[in-house]
């Protein structure tokens, strides 16, 4: 796997059109600019790999608009040492970008051929979650809860309860919710029973499904 001086300095403009479209985390645009996004990505879409675009993965499912990835990361506001489950692993770019800001990574994918690909390929890139799952993301992964930041890479048709369940106090949830557009939703845990609601515009996934394989 290379990454080259040309990968590099595409990753930087990528990063400035991230800026330009308001992300402002820094942590969040230095993960973005270290993770080689064209290593998640079939060969014959590497010249797109530091286009601001969702493309096809394994699956029928897509790798994500990095601005999409890195506005939910931004949306989180976690730090280095934090627990986050990923629901959604998918291409694992998302998990890498966590990983890169030194968060313990929980992810579930739920389509086998892709859990398969990407749990292979991950550690060969350097990237090692704390733990990655084969299995329903709207149960989520209760034996390591509860975590800091819970974040769903795919569309939701409503918001899965055991997920609220799983967040810490002070914890933030981050759903795309709706179809056939979704609102991106965060719910901030305020107290064992009490959450804040937040939206912050439309975005496009592919559907999260539910007891899938």
Known sequence: MKDTFTHKGMRKRLVETLRAKGIANVAVLEAINK???????????LDHAYTDK????????????PYTVARQTELLEVNAGD???E????????SAVLLEMGIA??????????????????????????????GDGYKG??????????????????????LLAQLKVGGKLVIPIGEP????TVFTRKSATEFEKTEHGEFRFVPMLEDKN
């Open 35 to 45: 993770v080689p996004r064209h290593w998640f990505m079939d060969s014959g879409f």
């Open 54 to 65: 969702a493309f096809p993965i394994a699956a029928d499912q897509t790798i994500s608009q």
């Open 83 to 85: 627990k986050v489950l």
């Open 87 to 94: 629901i959604g692993t998918g291409s694992g770019y998302q």
């Open 105 to 134: 990574v929980y992810t579930i994918e739920r389509q086998n051929e892709l859990f398969k690909k990407t749990s292979l390929a991950l550690p060969k890139m350097g990237y090692r979650p704390k733990k990655m799952i084969f």
């Open 141 to 162: 992964l209760e034996e390591f809860a509860p975590y800091d930041g819970i974040v769903v890479t795919a569309g939701a048709p409503y918001v899965p309860k055991p």
């Open 181 to 184: 557009v979704q609102i991106m």
